[in-house]
């Protein structure tokens, strides 16, 4: 493959992690190692941002190591992020005619987009058209996602932090409810639309012989309220205290969600239901059918931005596939996404590799029938053990004035 | 005073917090150095315990300070806790006859209660019926609560912990709100029924220039949706994504809880209404009438259990305190809390002292007038300089498997 020579571009696309910025910090890293890329800007705000060119020069932070540190530690999207979702190239040429007349402007032969299932998408159509108006550009989507549901790849950067928070958080809780002689259920709602790869973390304590959820109700099984009920009664005989991990996209088996009657409907751009309240729902269930205290809570925000307790693994993990995605990008590869690979060795150990983008956009990874118990109510050891290397190790975060430092970017 | 030889009983009471283990710490370390006690006992989920004669030894932790060192970094009540209220000694004389029967049937004459202000009702209590009886013991209550509440005390131990978690969750939350370009408003509900302490350490990143929540909400401060959504559409002029906190307990000129209208009414065993759902009305409000996204999440139980990211001077101060109800207790001193006052010197130092509980037991300490902006949305400076050396430092937290490690009793 012939050398390319120009400038490239970074952005962060869809809902911020508490990694997206380490993977942004790799690219950076990799583009400082890398001859033939000359300048290197960040788009604000994803395409959203590109297409009102609001484009800023990343060059001052080419070898700032003190900087980079600090973005590695810093949740959400140091560049800004959007959930837009580009139309198809029939739909709306002009809109991509526009997006390449920047392109050429500035010169950009190198676009690194880091984001999650519908960031792959505008990776996909970007290098599609880029192949059909012969501009020589190598475009490279970097999976980001606290969801963990991307196909093809092993895992996704920022799910491991999330996990860990998610695993500390419970047994936390759990610690707390204990407290108390009298009975009571806590149910603790957790993020996952469709997969329940996080919620499976609140299990993890309990791989350790710890406190933690004592059920855990994933989207991949479908919900019933008797079993539930009768779950819950089962374990209050055995402890006065149980804490019960929900996903937010929990169903019946008519496929209503389990909080669908306390939201409002609403739909947002990718035609995704807003969810809220399945904990709710469940809290309510447990007061008329049990009628012991009951109380829910949700991990919320806190789960995707608890950047104080990444996971020293997945921050590592997410600065070398930002990295590699520029090794890619200068070997001559587009149209792909940057993947994890799990090594069929003993200890865990990792490679990277690529994926066509179009395989992965628009696909959802489940998590395995194998990884869910037959009562359909907890996980599996195998499960544990494929989420328990992603949280490993501690960062060492720098406090001011008792309050974690963050990065901010220069405008 | 003269020496009173015997045994001590130790026992936690109320909500958990991220230092209440830290205190039960420093009791054990205090009566490691007394040499009047022979034996200090634990009572199971405080006084409910104690009635139950479910009491246990903590002889083996006295010289273990691996256990002690970890028990100061485990949230909740290593001993269990309870909410139970005593009945008055004219309402049920036979139930403090129990009591005393149990403290003589162990000889002990030491009895340290670790709680909040229901708590030191029970110590004033115990402490009057002694003097009725004429059993010579010593009972000393020893502040905790994350709320901040306690009359006389400059502050309590737990609440620069949960001000901590406070601070920083609500810095994250903001960084990942901030993210888009969309106008949002996300509302964080933090706990508080009376008093705004937890909810004004949400505008502690803005005092060394983060960011924070924009606007903040206090009890102390009569609630007006029409000031509320006016300030918003302000606040909304200057930035996209405005974060507004607010305590649980905010109300209505008619005194209703805004929450109120979302809850189920219950109350609990002291009287208290179970709140929720200020945040989740005001997010409907700001749907209604300003029209765009809006999100409420709720700090909920990780508030008071996060002692993964502990204050180191809170931790200290919580040990430092228990050693010190042990020398009062030893000098003589019974019926009383100790407390502390914060010296009038440049750097926050402070000094241990006692006051009756009698005059902190039901008892309010709100949120002072000069703590709060004069559109009552916000806090001044000096409250800002008031709880900023509360979260000073962080603790060095034992991780095993990627998880905090945490104190178990034996049983």
Chains 1, 2 share one sequence.
């Not at 019933?224 to 019946?252: C, M, T």
């Not at 909080?259 to 807003?274: M, T, V």
């Not at 469940?282 to 806190?302: A, H, P, Y």
């Amino acid at each position: 493959m012939e050398k390319l020579e120009g400038n490239a571009i970074v952005g962060q696309s869809g809902g911020p992690t508490s990694a997206i910025n380490a993977t942004l910090s790799g690219v950076i890293r990799g583009v400082a190692s890398c001859k033939a890329i000359k300048k290197l800007y960040g788009m604000r705000n994803g395409i959203e941002g590109f297409l009102q060119s609001d484009i800023i020069d990343l060059f001052y932070l080419l070898d700032n190591e003190e900087e980079l540190c600090l973005l590695e530690s810093t949740p959400s999207s140091a560049l800004g992020s959007c959930r837009k979702k580009l139309p198809s190239i029939i739909e709306d040429a002009s809109l991509y005619e526009r997006i390449f007349q920047i392109l050429k402007d500035c010169n950009i032969r190198y676009f690194f987009y880091i984001g999650g299932n519908d960031s792959m998408d505008t990776v996909s159509k970007l290098s599609e058209y880029s192949k059909k108006c012969g501009y020589e550009i190598r475009i490279i989507g970097i999976p980001k996602t606290i969801d963990n549901d991307l196909v093809i790849t092993d895992h996704t950067p920022g799910y491991g932090s999330a996990s860990k928070y998610i695993a500390t958080a419970v047994k936390e809780i759990a610690r707390d409810t204990a407290a108390y002689l009298c009975k009571s259920v806590t149910i603790v709602e957790i993020m996952g639309r469709d997969s329940g790869w996080l919620t499976a973390a609140a299990s993890l304590p309990k791989y350790f012989g710890d406190e933690c959820a004592d059920l855990i109700y994933l989207p991949e099984v479908i919900f019933s309220d008797e079993e539930f009920i009768s779950s819950l009664n089962n374990a209050l005989l055995k402890k006065p205290n149980v804490v019960v991990a929900v996903s937010e996209g929990i169903r019946y088996p008519n496929r209503r969600y389990v909080g669908e009657s306390l939201q409002n409907g609403r739909i947002d751009s990718f035609g995704h239901k807003y969810l809220s309240g399945a904990a709710k729902k469940l809290e309510c269930l447990v007061k008329e059918k049990i009628g012991c205290k009951s109380r829910s809570l949700e991990l919320s925000l806190m789960q995707r931005c608890s950047s104080h307790i990444a996971s020293q693994t997945d921050i590592i993990e997410s600065i070398a596939i930002g990295k590699y995605a520029v090794e890619c990008a200068e070997k001559g590869i587009s149209g792909k996404m940057v993947i994890f690979k799990r090594k069929d060795t003993k200890d865990y150990q990792i490679e990277m590799s690529c994926a066509d983008a179009s395989k992965i956009a628009n696909q959802v990874k489940f998590v395995p029938l194998n990884y869910i118990n037959s009562q359909g109510n907890n996980i599996t050891e195998e499960c544990m053990k494929y989420v328990a290397p992603l949280i490993q190790g501690e960062r060492s975060i720098k406090y001011e004035n008792g309050i974690p430092v963050h990065f901010k970017i220069k405008q």
